[in-house]
């Protein structure tokens, strides 16, 4: 118990940033090199490098295979990874349990397609407006909800879903219950429009993962993990519990608004079929299942989850049958999720770090 | 003495008819140790959750340094200087030691969302100035286990300590302790002794909730004791300890067993630490 008086300072600097560092998305990995695999494992995604060796694999997927449908399913993949690390701000690093993510994602689709269909804007520009659009919608949901408790949040976001869906199939501006088609993409850059669309996509995704990575780990993530695991002592710490909640709602829907746009211009046309309520549930899903709070977790969660229907196609009929038998038994074994987060300290004066 | 920093007048809650407090006035000076003693439910916790805003009180007024903070907001009331710990322990369990101290820094670490994000100089200047406060408030309060576990692994005193840190890092004017000692063992005691002196001697006034009375009767410098939500008595601690209301409060008057009690009471509390008699 007394040992020299630095150990601690020691500790704090050597223990690597176990819940941390990772920005990237995708479960590619160099091969480990020590025998033990857990050991191995740990040390591997607790590397600050996991996250640029991901990034890079994924903005290298087209050289490695460049069909149609790679690519295709790769975007899918990659805009959904954007919306669970989204969900993660809200639900895993705050604990707000939001049932109707879906929301925000469709208002992201729905201001750029209207924008670039009937107003002719180019897709880049509609993006102040997405980011403005969701902050304004988490503001409206969130004013009267957020003082409320998880139980009461949870129904009211999940009616919220609901209402933003009925409301695009009503609406004339929306193209009502047919949607909105022929959206543009953000340019071909002199590329096979799809993979110059998965390449916004991918730079999109990275940026954000690191940006939800870090909120994390400075002082308003911290207030949101405060949060999570006790208002009142946050409280009674001077930290404004409703600013703290508001913060995380708002930068969740910013997530959801630009993950939205990205699908617009990835699906060239947009529905209100497409924004319902499983959505939402599969993105809480992945978010759950990767380990919540965590977001290398959270990627591999939403990677898992996006991909594993498409891995299974061989099984034909059956395949959603036995992507539903995987989720229970994985939940049922390892319910704190794939790679749960983990208390730990990261390093000091990690200055010039990737991550 | 020193100048009034908290001053409580007719405060008053009530629950469905139970006036838990009951038009308690009372006052707090810089810099001093205050004990606030009772009988099991005589609104002690109840005037902290007041003080602190946790409870709306429903009427009276709670002045602060100057400034009124009656029913104003928790968060508001903390970052104006009042901090406080909790009778049963409310820490962060699944965040590390030195995350649960950094939560009393919050409202002093200068840092935005782009700060974060980008990874400013000022980002890591302001985490490394508040892992180093942290490490100076968990050396101050004896914290010795390994500051980057989880909190909750950590035995039960070293939890109390790291709570005392917290509650510290806000920087108060004004600590409140709820039932600091409880659950902890005889040498626990005496250093948490140690560390209330040693708080004292920071200039923060100091507010305690405490049964233990050898305790009270060491550190404190004044006595306020409540029964039924009403303040029955003010004064140091040799005039409470021999108040006729105070001890009819606890023990009930013409009651055999109490009167050991309070005998008992009375001879723990005998050896006045030196530094009380200094102050007084």
């Known amino acids: 118990m007394n040992d020299d008086s630095s150990a601690y300072v020691r500790a704090v600097e050597e223990r690597a940033p176990a819940n941390v560092a990772l920005a990237g998305k995708g479960v590619g990995s160099p091969k480990p090199r020590r025998a033990g695999l857990p050991v191995a494992l740990s040390g591997l995604l607790s590397s600050k490098w996991l996250g640029l060796v991901v990034a890079v694999l994924a903005l290298a997927l087209p050289y490695l295979n460049s069909s149609t449908y790679i690519i295709q399913i790769g975007t899918d993949a990659l805009i959904f990874v954007m919306l669970a690390v989204g969900l993660n701000i809200v639900v895993g690093f705050c604990g707000l349990l939001d049932l109707g993510y879906a929301a925000f994602f469709a208002i992201g689709a729905y201001a750029s397609g209207v924008l670039s269909t009937k107003c002719g804007w180019p897709m880049i520009a509609t993006l102040p407006v997405v980011v403005a659009a969701s902050v304004a919608g988490g503001l409206i949901i969130g004013g009267p909800t957020l003082r409320l408790r998880s139980d009461y949040l949870a129904i009211v976001t999940l009616g919220f879903g609901e209402i933003i869906r009925i409301t695009a199939n009503n609406l004339d501006f929306t193209g009502g219950p047919n949607g909105l088609y022929g959206i543009p993409d953000f340019g071909d850059f002199g590329l096979r429009s799809d993979v110059a669309v998965y390449w916004v996509t991918a730079a999109v995704v990275c940026v954000a993962v690191l940006f939800s990575s870090r909120l994390g780990r400075g002082r308003i993530g911290r207030a949101w993990r405060f949060v999570r695991d006790d208002e009142d002592a946050a409280e009674a710490m001077g930290i404004h519990t409703y600013k703290v909640k508001f913060a995380a709602y708002i930068a969740g829907a910013v997530f959801g608004g630009v993950a939205g746009m990205l699908f617009a211009a990835h699906q060239t046309a947009i529905s209100p079929p497409s924004f319902n309520f499983l959505w939402s549930a599969l993105i809480l899903m992945a978010v759950v299942l990767g380990g919540m709070g965590s977001t290398p977790g959270v990627v591999i969660g939403a990677l898992a989850i996006s991909l594993l229907p498409e891995l299974l196609r061989g099984a034909q009929n059956w395949r959603y049958l036995i992507f539903g038998l995987l989720l229970i038994v994985i939940m049922v074994f390892r319910p704190q999720g794939l790679l749960p987060a983990r208390a730990g300290e990261p390093k000091r004066r990690r200055r010039g770090g990737v991550a | ?280």
């Open chain 2, 1 to 280: 003495m020193s100048a009034v920093l908290l001053d409580v007048k007719d405060m008053a809650v009530s629950f469905g008819g139970v006036r838990a407090v009951d038009g308690l006035t009372f006052s707090v000076h810089e810099g001093e140790v205050l004990s606030v003693i009772g009988p099991n439910g005589a609104g002690k916790t109840s005037a902290f959750n007041c003080v602190t805003g946790f409870y709306k009180p429903t009427a009276g007024s709670v002045t602060f340094a100057g400034a009124d903070i009656t029913g104003k907001r928790p968060a508001v009331i903390a970052a104006s200087g009042i901090a406080r710990t909790f009778q049963n322990l409310r820490l962060f369990g699944d965040l590390t030691v030195l995350d649960n101290v950094r939560a009393g820094m919050h409202v002093r670490i200068r840092q935005n969302f782009l700060d974060a994000m980008l990874h400013t100089p000022r980002y890591w200047r302001s985490e490394d100035t508040a892992t180093d406060e942290a490490h100076k408030w968990l050396d101050f309060v004896g914290m010795e286990y390994d500051r980057t576990a989880q909190i909750r692994n950590l035995p039960y005193g070293e939890q109390r300590r790291v709570e005392i840190a917290r509650a510290l890092a806000r920087a108060p004017r004004m600590l409140l302790l709820d039932e600091p000692a409880a659950g902890l063992n005889h040498g626990e005691k005496a250093r948490l002794l140690d560390l209330l002196r040693r708080i004292a001697d920071l200039g923060i006034a100091v507010v305690l909730i405490e049964h233990d009375m050898g305790l009270v009767m060491k550190v404190s410098e004044r006595i306020v004791v409540l029964s039924y939500g009403k303040e029955i008595a003010d004064g140091t601690p040799t005039e409470i300890r021999t108040n006729p209301a105070v001890i009819e409060a606890y023990l009930g008057a013409e009651d055999e067993e109490a009167h050991a009690e309070a005998e008992r009471i009375a001879a723990e509390a005998k050896p006045a630490g030196p530094r009380t008699e200094t102050r007084q």
